[in-house]
């Protein structure tokens, strides 16, 4: 006969179930006996939907202080607008060979907007708060200088949130782009001086850099 014991069970320990709670911190909503809960309430919580904070809170975190992408969904649809810029300083050599058309990986001012157009349509996907968005269009100018170049975006939406981030990262991304060509030149290129110049629409209507 077998003498294997089952271990007696303690009287104090926690059921499985609460233990498995507590182990993975979860735990039952406080909720006294006799009040209802809507299915909208527990999804709210569980995805850390909450509403809007008040005036003077960053809209960006919740009454709990938990990140959270803002409810748009109550905001008119307007045309907007926002222009971006920054530079890429370079060496005298690599702006010569902009000028010339000499770089060795070549078009290096096209590959650069055509990078800038392609990173703004990814804004959302980069920028993990920011909302995918009807983007309408972009447009990107580069300016050779003595020192390096100018990058200046511009995107444009007729939607329920503004594009400031999309002209950023496009600036971003066009002197990323850039470095990248001409890094065989001058492996020194600095991007400097990325800023939103003026934007347009919405609730708050134009803003311009002072």
């Not at 104090?12 to 909503?29: K, N």
């Not at 269009?137 to 020192?147: A, F, K, R, S």
């Not at 950023?168 to 065989?184: E, F, N």
Request: glycine share 10%; with cysteine; charged share 25%.
């Amino acid at each position: 006969m077998n003498d294997a014991r089952v271990p007696r069970q303690d009287a104090h320990a926690a059921p499985p179930a609460t233990a498995v709670d507590e182990a993975i911190g979860s735990h039952p909503d406080p909720v006294a006996p006799g009040d209802e809960v809507s299915a909208g309430a527990i999804v709210d919580d569980a995805i850390g939907s909450h509403p809007d904070p008040g005036p003077g809170r960053l809209t960006h975190l919740d009454s709990s202080g938990r990140a959270r992408m803002v409810d748009v969904s109550g905001k008119e649809i307007t045309t907007r607008t926002a222009t971006a810029a920054g530079r890429v300083l370079l060496s005298a050599e690599a702006v010569a060979a902009l000028r010339d058309g000499t770089v060795p990986k070549g078009d290096a001012l096209a590959v650069a907007r055509i990078a800038a157009i392609g990173g703004a349509k990814q804004t959302p996907d980069l920028i993990p708060l920011c909302h995918p968005i009807g983007l309408h269009g972009v447009t990107v100018d580069l300016t050779v200088g003595d020192d390096g170049v100018r990058i200046e975006a511009t995107a444009r939406t007729a939607d329920r949130t503004g594009v400031e981030m999309e002209a950023l990262t496009a600036v971003a991304v066009g002197a990323l782009a850039l470095i990248d060509m001409i890094k065989s030149v001058d492996k020194a290129a600095v991007i400097t001086d990325v800023m939103l110049l003026e934007k347009t629409g919405g609730k708050s209507g134009r803003w311009s850099r002072p």
